[in-house]
């Protein structure tokens, strides 16, 4: 086994999988650097025929309790979402298999994340959410990417309240693959991991390709719309900034509806 260390992320290479530890204690909030270390390492795995699954995973507390909150003040809000949508990005257009293993908080730009793997295994005591909207913000890749995997109705109602849901419900709605408990996950995992080291990993890759050829000229299309309306209208309104201002200084938010 092949380990490899960032100040963020650790990245684990055994046969043809490629397990990526988001490490950002306690929470794995992914800041910008972490962002940038996903997309160099993606980047730099997508280009080894030898690995034909990657998948991602936290720890006991947390997947990924979302993307920092202060990034997403307008000053800095640029930067940060080209930087995370290009990790989406990354793992969207893969030719691997994207597995993302669940436990604790998988929350706003952790649950975008999670969402777009091939293949989302979640402890069922998991806590998920799309929390952006009692920020005054909205998930850009949620919003493209959930009315196709849950609906639009189910996917309407996550983003515009904002509610928390269990790993169960993840699975009852479409959002992930199986939940187990939190003991029984990595089992689980390596079940997966071995039935897919027995398969061709041309055949899985085109196969995939095959798969999300249509939905993938959708999400990218969606997605930069997403972005647009992000950033050139949402987030220079004072409501996006009395949002992230008030969660800094834990208070409840004064909406003024500007």
Same mark, same amino acid.
């Given at each position: 086994?092949?380990?490899?260390?960032?100040?963020?992320?650790?990245?684990?290479?055994?046969?043809?999988?490629?397990?990526?530890?988001?490490?950002?204690?306690?929470?794995?909030?992914?800041?910008?650097?972490?962002?940038r270390?996903?997309?160099?390492?993606?980047?730099?795995l997508e280009?080894?025929?030898?690995?034909?699954?990657?998948?991602?995973?936290?720890d006991?507390?947390?997947f990924?309790?979302?993307?920092?909150?202060?990034?997403?003040?307008?000053?800095?809000?640029?930067?940060?979402?080209?930087?995370?949508?290009?990790?989406?990005?990354?793992?969207? &257009?893969?030719?691997?298999?994207? *597995?993302?293993?669940? =436990?604790?908080?998988?929350? +706003?730009?952790? /649950?975008?994340? #999670?969402? @777009?793997?091939?293949?989302?295994?979640?402890?069922?005591?998991? &806590?998920?959410?799309?929390?952006? *909207?009692?920020?005054? =913000?909205?998930?850009?890749? +949620?919003?493209? /990417?959930?009315? #196709?995997? @849950?609906?639009?109705?189910?996917?309407?109602?996550?983003?515009? &309240?904002?509610?928390?849901?269990?790993?169960?419900?993840a699975?009852?709605?479409?959002?992930?693959?199986?939940?187990?408990? #939190?003991?029984?996950?990595?089992?689980?995992?390596?079940?997966?991991?071995?039935?897919?080291?027995?398969?061709?990993?041309?055949?899985?890759?085109?196969?995939?390709?095959?798969?999300?050829?249509?939905? #993938?000229?959708?999400?990218?299309?969606?997605l930069?719309?997403?972005?647009?309306?992000?950033?050139?209208?949402?987030?220079?309104?004072?409501?996006?900034?009395?949002?992230?201002?008030?969660?800094?200084?834990?208070r409840?938010?004064?909406?003024?509806?500007?």
């Amino acid at each position: 086994m092949a380990t490899a260390a960032t100040s963020r992320i650790e990245v684990r290479v055994a046969a043809s999988v490629a397990r990526i530890i988001l490490n950002n204690p306690p929470l794995n909030v992914i800041d910008l650097r972490m962002a940038r270390e996903l997309q160099q390492t993606l980047t730099e795995l997508e280009s080894r025929p030898d690995i034909s699954v990657i998948f991602f995973e936290g720890d006991a507390h947390a997947f990924s309790a979302g993307v920092d909150i202060k990034a997403h003040l307008s000053e800095q809000i640029h930067e940060m979402l080209a930087s995370f949508h290009a990790v989406i990005r990354a793992i969207v &257009t893969s030719r691997k298999v994207t *597995i993302a293993a669940v =436990c604790g908080a998988c929350l +706003g730009g952790g /649950a975008e994340l #999670a969402a @777009v793997c091939d293949i989302v295994y979640t402890a069922r005591d998991a &806590t998920w959410g799309f929390p952006e *909207i009692k920020l005054g =913000c909205f998930p850009p890749v +949620g919003a493209v /990417a959930l009315p #196709a995997l @849950v609906g639009q109705k189910r996917a309407t109602e996550l983003i515009l &309240t904002g509610r928390q849901f269990s790993g169960d419900e993840a699975v009852a709605i479409g959002l992930a693959n199986r939940s187990a408990s #939190a003991e029984e996950l990595e089992s689980v995992l390596q079940e997966t991991l071995n039935e897919l080291r027995q398969l061709s990993p041309v055949a899985l890759s085109h196969a995939k390709h095959a798969m999300y050829a249509w939905d #993938a000229i959708h999400f990218d299309k969606g997605l930069a719309r997403a972005e647009k309306i992000y950033l050139e209208e949402l987030s220079s309104t004072a409501d996006a900034r009395e949002g992230i201002i008030a969660f800094l200084e834990k208070r409840e938010p004064k909406w003024t509806g500007k």
